[in-house]
């Protein structure tokens, strides 16, 4: 029951922009976009998260449309340690139970 | 320095047998989950403390148990494992629960049961 859809899969070039697609056509007005990223064999990793405007860390943009149905994870310099499942997350209200709803996920491979 | 740890790291157990994991946050956060990561990898919650204070109980068996002795601890007994239960299973931490909060994950726990 995500209620986002991402590519299975992406591939990218070492030292190239990395963007990821995520669609959340039934967002609600006061639901957040997270991505996280999972490498091999370890735990989620927060990257980024946006409500409306667009977002940039040390890590990575987020571009968000001004309808608010999709948005874009951009990675700047793709590394090959960025080769990892990237989840774009809408946060879900439902009364009092707060969670995150999540997909499959984007596979990325950066190659070198 | 670990933030959110969690022991052991493998597991694997017979049918039948009672099992725990460990969790320990250093973050000072004051809301800890469990989330359950299956072989087709969808992540979902199972549940989440706030404050020691159950606030997330999803649909899971009642074998499965959370204990928060302290709001820096969350640990997870799963009683008479099945072989269903097989899978990886991660502690996080947050500070609130609220929207905006960043979650933190341990590195997993995999459970394998025999």
């Known amino acids: 029951d995500a209620k986002t859809t991402q590519p299975t899969s992406m591939d990218c070039a070492e030292g190239r922009a990395a963007n990821l697609p995520c669609n959340h056509s039934?967002?609600?007005?006061?639901?957040?976009v997270y991505w996280y990223r999972q490498i091999h064999s370890q735990g989620p990793q927060y990257i980024i998260h946006?409500?409306?405007?667009?977002e940039t860390n040390e890590m990575a943009s987020l571009i968000i449309t001004e309808d608010r149905k999709s948005s874009t994870l951009i990675l700047p310099h793709a590394t090959l340690r960025d080769t990892a499942v990237y989840y774009c997350?809408?946060?879900?209200?439902?009364?009092?139970?707060?969670?995150?709803?999540w997909g499959l996920g984007t596979s990325l491979a950066v190659n070198p | 320095d670990t933030a959110v740890s969690q022991t052991p790291k493998y597991l694997v157990t017979q049918m039948g047998n009672d099992k725990s994991i460990k969790c320990e946050q250093n973050?000072?956060?004051?809301?800890m989950y469990w989330y359950k990561q299956d072989s087709k990898k969808f992540l979902k919650i199972m549940f989440s403390?706030?404050?020691?204070?159950?606030?997330i109980n999803e649909t899971v068996p009642n074998r499965f148990s959370p204990k928060s002795p302290d709001k820096a601890h969350l640990n997870l007994h799963i009683n008479s494992l099945e072989l269903g239960d097989s899978a990886v299973y991660f502690c996080?931490?947050?500070?609130?629960?609220?929207?905006?909060?960043?979650?933190?994950f341990g590195e997993g726990s995999w459970l394998t049961v025999v």
């Open positions: 997350i809408v946060r879900y209200h439902a009364g009092n139970n707060r969670k995150l709803i």
């Open positions: 403390y706030n404050n020691k204070e159950l606030i």
């Open positions: 946006g409500l409306k405007n667009n």
């Open positions: 973050l000072g956060h004051d809301t």
């Open positions: 996080a931490s947050s500070w609130g629960h609220t929207l905006g909060n960043t979650i933190y």
């Open positions: 039934t967002i609600s007005g006061n639901e957040y």
